[in-house]
Each structure stands twice: as structure tokens, then as C-alpha cells.
């Protein structure tokens, strides 16, 4: 959407203009007019949207993403995360337009990544008074990042800090995803604010959840799958940790992404992602050489889907990874077909599996495949990576250089069977 397109459709103006805030919309964007976005009453977010990033740290982020950061007017103002270098004057000229960013008194620091840190040194010239907030790990992270002599307060669990009428409080998150990350709960409006946790790359002018629809959640899961996963057990624990504290949540609100103002969804999922719970589910992976693993694939695909199993059939050459996780995410088997080159397993199959054995999504079951010559060692190379990284193994289905029509009978029974483990799997 243009700018100018954007600008005038559709905007409920006599409502925006009486309010003097104005609840961001897709068609009510930076026209020249001062726009704010309000999380609540003086909580508003002034973060950049990075509408061109295509790939960040590990996977492709084909939809861009935003690093949100928040504001919190009250007799002390407070600055909850910053955004990534090369973004400060977006951010800068957001606050601007709420308070001058010289009476900055806190500025919170949730994650010391560069993504959500990278403004603090031209903010820190601008905001001179304000002190710094972060976990032991995150003041030693903006040490060794910055090299600045920042007031860092280190902060843990359960510590608050006063603003006037509103209340911050600190939840380590620590290894969510790094060992500096922390939570900060705004306690009056139930406001968490998860900095990685519970993100998605996504770009959009929309900022909350319920106004980008089914997209907000897609990217929430590549996310989880991706960042998060590996981290499954400590997600557990800190679900469990947050119910214990009787902390109600009405928004979450990340650093990426969308803000969840309905956040029983994304908190139901990530219980459900980080116990490994999925969908009646399959995801095919595989690539070939001389197109007999292709056609073991396609027809092992055909067997699953007629059980009544939803199954994705993935090229590794040619398919976006990150999107392949979020698949396997999201089912209870994933199958992987490789031929066999050199006695071992082919190129790419190590690789996607190597980038896998970095996310161990739990409670998977696997089931490889492949085509060789005269020599076998690809599916014995598969099962070795896949056995280590605890999913659970089925049988495994080898044919010898190109598969005729009794053996391509044999993939689709093999897929058949792959299938009633699914539906076996709850
Ligand atoms: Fe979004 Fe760990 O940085």
C-alpha cells in the first residue's frame, strides 16, 4: 500500500481527531499526520518497521519484520526496549512526537541483541539522565556489545519499579532465547512485554493481532519453530512460573511483530508448540539426484493424505527452511528422503538436518527414505542425526536405483502406515 493510497481511506476521523489518538490502521498511516499508537492510557509503541529485512540471524523473513519498542508516560517516563541500528531516527522521531526523549528517565532493557539494543547508543546521547534497566547477563551483554559506561540496574524476578501511578515488574526469561532475555509486566494494565518471546517477523502497518488476521499467527509459529523451540522445556517452566504468580495478562506485547490484545491464543500455543503437541499432520522433506527419491516421496505423500492426514511435500533445493519448520511444528511425523551419495547421505539432507538438531522440536517421530545404487548409507546416516536429536524412529523404506511400479506400490503403503501413526499420535 502507497503512502498516499494509505492515508485518507476509510479512517474514522472525527472519532481519531476528538481522542487525539489515533489507533494504528493499515489505512491510516504516516501521511504527514502525527499518529500514535496506544497500547492503553500513556502506553504507546514507538517502534520501527523494517519492511525490507530478508533474512535474519538463522531464516528467510520474506515478510520483513518490526522491532517494536514501548513507551510509558507517567511521572516517570519509561522506554521498554530499543530498535535495531540503522532505525534510531524512526524511533526517535515516534517519541518525539509524544515527549521530548531528553525526560527519558528509564529505559528498559529486556534483550541486549542488536536488533532490539543497537539504538541505545545515539539514544543514550540524547536521553542523558536516564538509567538503564537489565538482568545481570544483559548489563554484562551492553558491556561487551557497546563498551559505553551506561547506570545499568541489574534487576531480577519479581523486582519493581514505580513510574507514579503505573508499576513495572521484571520476570527473567532467561534462555528465551538468550541468557540475558527478560520479561517486563506493566502490573495496572496488565501488559507483558515479552521482547523475543511470543514475536513473529512480520512487517505490516497494523499493530495489533486481531487487525493482521490469520498471517499474525503463521509467522508466530516459523518463529517459535525457529528461535524458540529449542528452548521448549524452559518455555514450560515459564508458563508455568507466570500462572503461579497470578499475573492476569490482557496484551502481550513482543518486540517483533504483531501485539497479541487477545493473547489466550499465542499463550495456548506456545503451550501446545513447546510440548510438542501437533496437528493430524505429516511433513515430507527429502532431494534427489536422478529423481527416483522424488518419486519415492511423491508417492509415500499420496499414501499419508489417503488416510485422511494432511502431509506437505517439501524440494529442500528449492523450499524456504524456515517454512519447513513451522510444518514441522506443526505435525506429529516428519519424513526425510535422501539418495544416497558417496556411501552417506546427500548435501542438503545434512544440512537441513544440522539446522534441525539446532531446534529439536519435542515429541517428533521420524521416518527416512531414499533411493542408492550400489551401496547404501544415506537413510543409516538419517537415522543416526534424527535418533540423537530423541525423535522417535519408524521404519525406513531403501530401493535400490529407480523404483518400478510394485515398489512405488511399496511408498505409497509405506505412507499409508506413516499415516496411522499420525492418527495413532492422538
Ligand atoms: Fe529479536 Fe534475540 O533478538
Not at 518497521?49 to 507517567?74: E, H, K, M, Q
Not at 538436518?353 to 521420524?366: C, E, Q, V
Request: glycine letters at 8%; aromatic letters at 10%.
Amino acid at each position: 500500500m502507497s503512502p498516499s493510497s494509505a492515508s485518507t481511506a476509510g479512517m474514522n476521523e472525527s472519532c481519531c481527531e476528538s481522542e487525539k489518538i489515533i489507533r494504528f490502521k493499515a489505512n491510516a498511516i504516516y501521511g504527514g499526520k502525527k499518529m500514535k499508537v496506544e497500547l492503553a492510557k500513556g502506553v504507546y509503541w514507538v517502534g520501527a518497521i523494517d519492511w525490507n529485512l530478508r533474512f535474519c540471524g538463522s531464516y528467510n523473513t520474506p515478510r520483513g519484520t518490526t522491532y517494536n519498542a514501548y513507551l510509558i508516560v507517567d511521572d516517570k517516563i519509561a522506554l521498554i526496549d530499543t530498535v535495531k541500528t540503522g532505525f534510531e531516527d524512526e524511533m526517535l522521531k515516534r517519541i518525539r512526537e509524544i515527549v521530548d526523549p531528553a525526560k527519558i528517565d528509564y529505559i528498559i532493557c529486556n534483550h541486549a541483541e542488536m536488533d532490539h539494543s543497537g539504538a541505545m547508543p545515539k539514544l543514550m546521547e540524547v536521553a542523558k539522565k536516564a538509567e538503564v534497566y537489565a538482568t545481570r547477563a544483559g548489563k554484562d551483554t551492553l558491556w561487551e556489545h557497546y563498551r559505553k559506561d551506561w547506570k545499568v540496574e541489574v534487576v531480577k524476578t519479581g523486582d519493581e519499579l514505580s513510574l507514579g501511578e503505573k508499576t513495572l515488574m521484571f520476570i527473567s526469561a532467561s534462555m528465551l532465547h538468550w541468557p540475558d532475555n527478560m520479561f517486563t509486566y506493566l502490573k495496572e494494565d496488565r501488559i507483558l512485554m515479552s521482547n523475543d518471546a511470543f514475536g513473529g517477523h512480520i512487517a505490516t502497518h497494523y499493530r495489533f493481532e486481531d487487525e493482521v488476521g490469520p498471517l499474525a499467527m503463521v509467522e508466530a509459529t516459523k518463529y517459535f519453530a525457529v528461535i524458540v523451540s529449542l528452548y521448549s522445556s524452559i518455555v514450560q517452566k515459564k508458563l508455568k512460573e507466570i500462572k503461579d504468580m497470578g499475573i492476569a495478562i490482557d496484551m502481550i506485547a513482543p518486540a517483533h511483530g504483531v501485539i497479541w490484545n487477545h493473547p489466550g491464543k499465542i499463550l495456548a500455543a506456545y503451550d501446545r508448540w513447546s510440548r510438542g503437541e501437533a496437528g493430524r499432520k505429516a511433513a515430507v522433506v527429502f532431494d534427489t539426484m536422478w529423481h527416483s527419491t522424488e518419486l519415492m516421496a511423491r508417492e509415500i505423500t499420496r499414501g499419508i493424505a489417503s488416510e485422511g492426514v494432511e502431509a506437505r511435500l517439501f524440494n529442500l533445493r528449492t523450499s524456504d527452511w524456515g517454512e519447513i519448520l513451522k510444518e514441522v511444528i506443526e505435525s506429529r511425523v516428519l519424513v526425510v528422503g535422501s539418495p544416497t551419495l558417496n556411501m552417506g547421505m546427500y548435501p542438503t539432507v545434512g544440512g537441513f538436518l544440522t539446522f534441525l538438531k539446532g531446534i529439536r522440536p519435542p515429541n517428533k517421530k521420524a521416518a527416512t527414505f531414499g533411493s542408492y545404487g550400489w551401496g547404501k548409507g544415506a537413510v543409516r546416516d538419517m537415522n543416526k542425526a534424527l535418533g540423537e536429536m530423541k525423535f522417535e524412529l519408524l521404519p525406513s523404506l531403501e530401493i535400490k536405483y529407480i523404483p518400478d511400479e510394485n515398489e512405488l506400490t511399496g511408498c505409497y503403503e509405506f505412507g499409508r502406515e506413516i499415516a496411522r501413526e499420525v492418527i495413532r499420535g492422538g
